[in-house]
């Protein structure tokens, strides 16, 4: 079998020097059946590696699961990247980031605030443990030593811009031995953050993407001996909703990975392509003023989206060519989408009949999202008031409508800091709860989500609630019962378009509010009209030959209920 080891200076395959051109592909963000079609784009631009994070809460919805299927077909996928032949790089975590809800980590696991977060705390490592044994399951047979394609398993990530507990990696590398891992242990670290984030034993990483001859110094000082690694090479940024889509220059980033490539480095380009937060699974920042990112992870990425070259793919796959053999074929460039349109009707208002989207709950005080069971990303509650008053929730997270005798009051945004809104009269109180994201990196991993803290009326405690998670699962399949016509919401409404034949498509919602898509019953994941992101991106594998159906759950205003859609992807106004 072959044998991978770290050198003097180089990575070692079989006593020869490899270096690792790799690009980031997480198969979570991208439809299983185009696996292939991402892996190829990535050899004929010149990689000879594909790496990807696993995230531990979309394996493990739920205490005591773990989801290997389709989406989540890790095996499928690592075996994809060895028939293409190529090899692999795992990152598993246990936090993994990448603007993912929670980084990653379920959000059942800190139903007990009291558990430790990323560092030395028994509970917390119980989970792990049984979490990184059914990722190894699947991950050992696939290690270059034993004829799969995995070169190298990241232990946690970017821990140094988080903690300082070597017990707790040394913890999780213990435990990464234990389950039969024996090809090299990694970490990443941004440069400044090395000592705190790795042990020895462990090969350090290094992440940015300028200043690579600078960067690479300083990973030189804490890594004295071995290759260098860039082991995330940031060829773009994310997004996130009120401000503008990012993008970086392709002249400036190709030039920073030819100084990089000419140091003889090797590297990890994050991302090679983004893909998309399909599902509601996008995370979130708080550094002060909460921002939730949007449903496109295109990242500006050398592959956009949709799968499609970028003018950074031809970048740099020119400049990989100066230091290594490139395939001859280059992927061709994308052809214009259908744009069928049809229009919504049938239109389902929540307040109508809130039992048909899903079970009231009577709770003697007001549950966080996370006491819950499924734990919901949008929840309705509803209590009586005997007067009116200012109404006071102790924090918004992180979006929440007030209706009083179903009309609507107002809306309050945890990025807003907004806490209290004023009720006129006494009547049936109603508040629709959103979950926007979980934050995904920082102190605040792990909080909890909803109405924290309780409400107050006047000062006085509002304390007996009904609780109706709604189960999104079910909004797909609702009718209505009667006749409406309301485009305002929370409404469901539906249409059926046509194509000829499978493909990719691009929704625009620009004259919806808020809300969720679901196309065929796939929930594309979230839209809402202050952009930057404007289009929805469908995977032509959702697609069907024929009719398809879209529902859409509308939570603000909508202009105009027509179903449009458009050749390309608009993603929004940039910076410059």
Same mark, same amino acid.
């Given at each position: ?32 059946d185009l696996w292939a079609d991402r892996i190829e784009k990535a050899r004929l631009m010149g990689l000879n590696t594909i790496e990807t994070y696993v995230p531990w809460n ?126 090299? &242990? ?32 300083? &990973? ?192 309050? &945004? ?14 049936? &109180? ?25 409400a107050t009326l006047n000062g006085r405690q509002l304390s007996t609630w009904n609780v109706l998670p709604i189960d999104l699962a079910q909004v797909a399949g609702l009718r ?97």
């Amino acid at each position: 079998m072959p044998e991978f080891t770290i050198g003097a200076a180089d990575f070692m395959l079989d006593g020869r020097p490899l270096r690792i051109l790799s690009g980031a592909l997480h198969y979570f963000r991208v439809h299983p059946d185009l696996w292939a079609d991402r892996i190829e784009k990535a050899r004929l631009m010149g990689l000879n590696t594909i790496e990807t994070y696993v995230p531990w809460n979309a394996h493990a919805p739920r205490p005591g699961e773990f989801d290997l299927s389709g989406g989540l077909d890790l095996d499928r996928f690592l075996r994809l990247i060895a028939e293409a032949g190529m090899y692999a790089i795992v990152r598993p975590g246990p936090y993994i980031c990448a603007e993912w809800t929670n980084g990653g980590l379920p959000a059942w696991l800190f139903r007990d605030r009291s558990i430790g977060v990323r560092r030395s705390e028994p509970r917390y490592l119980a989970a792990v443990r049984e979490y990184l044994d059914q990722v190894y399951r699947v991950v050992v047979p696939h290690q270059i030593d034993r004829g799969g394609p995995v070169l190298l398993v990241q232990v946690e990530n970017e821990y140094g811009a988080f903690g300082d507990d070597k017990r707790y990696l040394a913890t999780l590398a213990q435990y990464t031995r234990e389950a039969g891992i024996t090809v090299p &242990l990694s970490t990443v670290d941004q440069p400044d953050m090395l000592e705190a984030g790795s042990l020895e034993g462990l090969h350090r990483t290094a992440s940015f993407g300028s200043r690579s001859a600078e960067r690479l110094a300083a &990973l030189r000082a804490h890594q004295p001996t071995g290759p260098l690694m860039c082991g995330e090479f940031w060829n773009g940024w994310f997004d996130h909703w009120g401000a503008h889509h990012h993008t970086t220059s392709v002249e400036e980033s190709a030039a920073e990975l030819d100084a990089l490539l000419a140091a003889g480095a090797s590297v990890n380009l994050y991302m090679f392509h983004g893909g998309t937060n399909f599902g509601l699974t996008n995370g979130a920042n708080d550094k002060g003023v909460y921002q939730p990112l949007v449903t496109s992870y295109d990242y500006d990425a050398p592959l956009d989206e949709a799968g499609h070259p970028t003018a950074k793919y031809h970048a740099y796959r020119e400049v990989i060519a100066r230091y290594h053999k490139v395939p001859d074929t280059v992927p061709p460039p994308p052809q214009p989408a259908p744009t069928p349109a049809a229009r919504l009707r049938d239109p389902v208002w929540l307040l109508d009949a809130p039992a048909r989207w899903g079970s009231w709950q009577t709770c003697d005080h007001l549950p966080v999202f996370d006491d819950l069971t499924p734990i919901p990303h949008l929840a309705l509650l509803r209590t009586t008031i005997d007067e009116p008053g200012v109404l006071t929730f102790g924090e918004v997270r992180d979006r929440a409508t007030v209706f009083l005798d179903g009309r609507q009051v107002g809306t309050l &945004l945890r990025e807003h800091h907004d806490r209290a809104i004023a009720l006129p009269a006494p009547g049936e &109180l109603l508040v629709l709860v959103e979950d926007l994201g979980r934050v995904n990196y920082g102190q605040r991993i792990g909080e909890p989500k909803g109405i924290i803290g309780g409400a107050t009326l006047n000062g006085r405690q509002l304390s007996t609630w009904n609780v109706l998670p709604i189960d999104l699962a079910q909004v797909a399949g609702l009718r209505p019962a009667a006749d409406s016509a309301a485009m305002s919401g929370p409404v469901v409404m539906r249409a059926e378009f046509e194509v000829a034949e499978p493909t990719d498509l691009f929704l625009d919602t620009i004259h919806w509010g808020k809300g969720m898509v679901w196309i065929n019953g796939f929930l594309l994941g979230r839209y809402w009209r202050r952009g930057p992101q404007r289009t929805l991106y469908v995977p032509g594998p959702v697609v069907r030959p024929g009719g398809n159906e879209i529902v859409v759950l509308e939570l603000g205003t909508m202009l105009d209920s027509e179903v449009r859609f458009v050749p390309y992807p608009l993603l929004g106004h940039t910076e410059f």
